[in-house]
Antibody
Framework: EVQLVESGGDLVQPGGSLRLSCADS????????MAWVRQPPGKGLEWVAE????????SYVDSVKGRFTISRDNAKNSLYLQMNSLRVEDTAVYYC???????????WGQGTPVTVSS | DVVLTQSPLSLPVTLGQPASISCRSS???????????LSWFHQRPGQSPRRLIY???NWDSGVPDRFSGSGSGTDFTLKISRVEAEDVGVYFC?????????FGQGTKVEIK
């Protein structure tokens, strides 16, 4: 069974940084768009960022532009999200997702929680 | 940004009976390649979302055929032909036509 496993979530103070990782046990990572989606506690879903198979295209939602960076290492089947200048409103469970918004692939991981609080 | 409006927001259902959820978009979701990138997700309590349907009516792997998606342009529907206990949770529609991709606010399905 293909699995996406996120890690790196933690409690961090406002203004701090955090790096999330997603390990993909599947065989198609290098051929898939990948994405990060978040869900604040008790709320809906927000597509945060996505990255093309070779890393040449990256897109971000306006609320994280300039603060978050999505990246990938195809040799390690891994996806990353570097989060800087964190705000209280970034508090959420962050999910790693296979495929972009237009992909026929749609696997998601179990999520990693990020709490931004003083 | 594209706004997706789901209705109803709460849906009490009887086991074995059909259920239907509507998703209306503030913009036409037909992309320049001719595809309509509208997906449906199901999130059980305490679990991550699972995609059920993509491009309006295509099933993801392992999704029971009691789920079906339909619609075009700005109006879309997810139907469950006969609700089972495992179908409880929140259902979200999502569009991948206009960046940033956006989700509906969710419809909570519960058993009467």
């Amino acid at each position: 069974e293909v699995q996406l496993v996120e890690s790196g979530g933690d409690l961090v103070q406002p203004g701090g940084s955090l790096r999330l990782s997603c390990a993909d046990s599947g065989f198609t990572f290098s051929r898939d768009w990948m994405a990060w989606v978040r869900q604040p506690p008790g709320k809906g879903l927000e597509w945060v960022a996505e990255i093309k198979e070779d890393g040449s295209v990256r897109s971000y939602v306006d609320s994280v532009k300039g603060r978050f960076t999505i990246s990938r290492d195809n040799a390690k089947n891994s996806l990353y999200l570097q989060m800087n200048s964190l705000r209280v409103e970034d508090t959420a469970v962050y999910y790693c997702a296979r495929g972009g918004g237009r992909s026929d692939d749609g696997d998601w991981g179990q999520g990693t929680p990020v709490t931004v609080s003083s | 940004d594209v706004v997706l409006t789901q209705s109803p927001l709460s849906l009490p259902v009887t086991l074995g009976q059909p259920a239907s959820i509507s998703c209306r978009s503030s913009q036409n979701l037909v992309y320049s390649d001719g595809n309509t990138y509208l997906s449906w997700f199901h999130q059980r309590p305490g679990q991550s979302p699972r995609r059920l349907i993509y491009k309006v009516s295509n099933w993801d792997s392992g999704v029971p055929d009691r789920f079906s998606g339909s619609g075009s342009g700005t109006d879309f529907t997810l139907k469950i032909s006969r609700v089972e206990a495992e179908d409880v949770g929140v259902y979200f529609c999502m569009q991948g036509t206009h960046w940033p991709w956006t989700f509906g606010q969710g419809t909570k399905v519960e058993i009467k």
